[in-house]
């Protein structure tokens, strides 16, 4: 069975360019997450959905962060414009049992903004 | 300010070794989750601790979960290189789900 599926693995961009990071999560699952990761932040949630609606998008950075669930097997993470302050493993996650707990994370996307 | 502070923040033992890493909070959690985290991947659920006092075991890995519900310790007993990783609690309260600052083992064979 497939996993929680990222992609690209790694994007390397320069400042100002627009980033877009997809997930596809394990299918059935009905929650959606999205995280950020930092050596001096750590894990950061910055949305989930459940059942492609958005619950909780408190940790968005600002509005150059958007993020969209279209269908239940796919959603988007968008940067625009983006900084360099924005380079960071981001995570998708998914969960069968609704609500706030990730249960399984996808392996990541490495960004750098130069 | 971090809700769940994990420590110690690093820590590097030799194989064959014991050790206890340690989550602590203020606040008191419905449930509370250990994840190990390898290098160029994301975080791999361990286990979930519901009941104040609860012990869990998985191999040679024993959770265990505060009586009060706002702290956790993992105990590894003869630690393996396989056992690096980065350690991650997490915990719900209300409806929020907050991740620790982790901590960083490594096994040295």
């Known amino acids: 069975d497939a996993g929680v599926i990222q992609s690209p693995r790694h994007e390397v961009t320069e400042m100002g360019q627009e980033v877009t990071l997809r997930c596809k999560p394990i299918?059935?699952?009905?929650?959606l997450f999205w995280y950020r990761q930092t050596m001096m932040r750590g894990l950061e949630l910055l949305i989930y959905f459940n059942n492609n609606v958005p619950i909780d998008d408190s940790g968005m950075p600002e509005d150059r962060f958007s993020a969209k669930m279209p269908n239940a097997s796919f959603s988007t993470l968008k940067i625009q414009p983006s900084e360099p302050r924005d380079s960071a493993v981001y995570f998708c996650a998914s969960s069968l049992t609704g609500g706030s707990q990730p249960q399984h994370f996808g392996d990541g996307t490495r960004l750098s903004i130069l | 300010t971090q809700l769940l502070e994990q420590s110690p923040q690093f820590l590097s033992i030799q194989e064959g070794e014991n050790l206890t890493v340690y989550c602590n909070s203020s606040?008191?959690?419905?449930?509370l989750q250990w994840y190990r985290q390898e290098p160029g991947e994301g975080p791999v659920l361990l286990v979930t601790?519901?009941?104040?006092?609860e012990v869990k075991k998985l191999k040679r890995l024993t959770f265990q979960f505060g009586d009060a519900r706002k702290d956790s310790s993992l105990h590894i007993t003869a630690a393996q290189p396989g056992d690096t990783g980065l350690y991650l609690c997490?915990?719900?309260?209300?409806?929020?789900?907050?991740f620790g600052t982790g901590t960083s083992l490594t096994v040295i064979p």
């Open positions: 997490a915990g719900q309260v209300g409806n929020q789900f907050y």
């Open positions: 606040s008191v959690f419905s449930s």
């Open positions: 299918s059935g699952h009905n929650s």
């Open positions: 601790v519901v009941t104040g006092g």
